[in-house]
Nanobody, 125 residues
């Protein structure tokens, strides 16, 4: 079992920045890939960014490329999502997810094994 707790969400103006954190506990000695997803009201949960088990390979949704950055502190078992140049369209609940194993990150949410509870991001215009 892996428990994930997100934090760092809030209200920010257009053009502002936020850094989300995702603290992992439990079975964290096993290798795992990480994904960040978001879900806006009335919409499907969508992939934002992923990082493979090694922390070397990442892939970003086109909508956030150049603005968002994923990172990982393995010593702290914490993942981060730095979000810059935020837009109202980024307003959503943001979720981190873990996929166990020596695996790549994937855009498919059903392939992730554990999820956090989400943190809300609101970008005002």
């Amino acid at each position: 079992q892996v428990q994930l707790v997100e934090s760092g969400g809030g209200l920010v103006q257009t053009g502002g920045s936020l850094r989300l954190s995702c603290a992992a506990s439990g079975r964290t000695r096993s290798p795992y890939a990480v994904g960040w997803f978001r879900q806006a009201p009335g919409k499907e949960r969508e992939f934002v960014v992923g990082m493979d088990w090694s922390g070397v390979s990442t892939n970003y949704a086109d909508s956030v490329k150049g603005r968002f950055t994923i990172s990982r502190d393995s010593a702290k078992n914490t993942m981060y999502l730095q979000m810059n140049s935020l837009r109202p369209g980024d307003t959503a609940d943001y979720y981190c997810a873990v996929r166990l194993g020596i695996v790549a990150a994937t855009t498919q949410r059903h392939q992730y094994d554990y999820w956090g509870q989400g943190t809300q991001v609101i970008v005002s215009s």
